[in-house]
């Protein structure tokens, strides 16, 4: 199996979370074998780790996930630079400072996705545009459209967590954000979120 293919499975498993041996077989058209041969190599290299899930009386179903170190090799943009300038700043400005220039940020982010929701006839093409602006944004983003008729907006990466873990206003800020470009007919609401110990962030969006 080739490198590409390690990096094909490790990239399934950030954004698809946790899977069985016979779940990435299936995706990648490859034996079992093989694949459970290089998730034992990629969990000596400590990147990948597993947990069996009992269902029912039957045999538990092992499941394969990223470790921390795992989703370290999907890079935060510059962590060390940002969590030193926001240090900086609240040194020099104090809160009131820092609060400024998140409000500053968060006009200037408001202005772009606004407009790049503007125009859209329905809800659901404003969720995928927004979805397709935070995919190119970094974010690993996608939507879908759940049982119950709501809409899921999906961050399986977040390019600034480290920034955001040292300001959690960041992240106030951006539901805020999401909730002006989806418009007043969208409720918004932050369903999972990986500050909070979650594998990703994920926006439950429904009509108001």
């Avoid at 779940?23 to 990629?42: C, H, I, M, P």
């Avoid at 890079?75 to 809160?95: C, T, Y």
């Amino acid at each position: 199996m080739s490198e590409t293919t390690v990096d094909r499975i490790l990239f399934r498993l950030k954004t698809r979370g946790p899977e069985s041996i016979a779940d990435l077989s299936a995706a990648f058209g490859v034996t079992s074998e093989a694949v459970r041969q290089l998730l034992v190599k990629l969990e000596a290299d400590g990147l990948v780790a597993f947990e069996d899930q009992r269902v029912g009386r039957g045999r538990p179903r092992r499941l394969w996930r990223l470790t921390a170190t795992g989703h370290a090799r999907f890079p935060d943009r510059h962590s060390d630079l940002s969590v030193a300038l926001l240090d900086a700043i609240r040194e020099e400005f104090g809160d009131a400072g820092l609060d400024r220039l998140i409000a500053r940020r968060e006009t200037e982010q408001r202005q772009i996705y606004v407009q790049a929701t503007a125009g859209a006839g329905s809800l659901e093409q404003r969720v995928a545009r927004l979805a397709d602006l935070r995919d190119r944004e970094g974010y690993m983003a996608e939507w879908r459209r759940e049982e119950d008729g709501s809409l899921l907006l999906i961050e399986n990466h977040c390019p600034i967590c480290a920034a955001a873990a040292a300001c959690q206003n960041l992240c106030r800020s951006e539901l805020s954000v999401f909730r002006e470009a989806l418009g007043r007919d969208a409720v918004v609401e932050r369903v999972d979120h990986v500050l909070a110990g979650g594998r990703r962030c994920a926006y439950r969006v429904t009509a108001a």
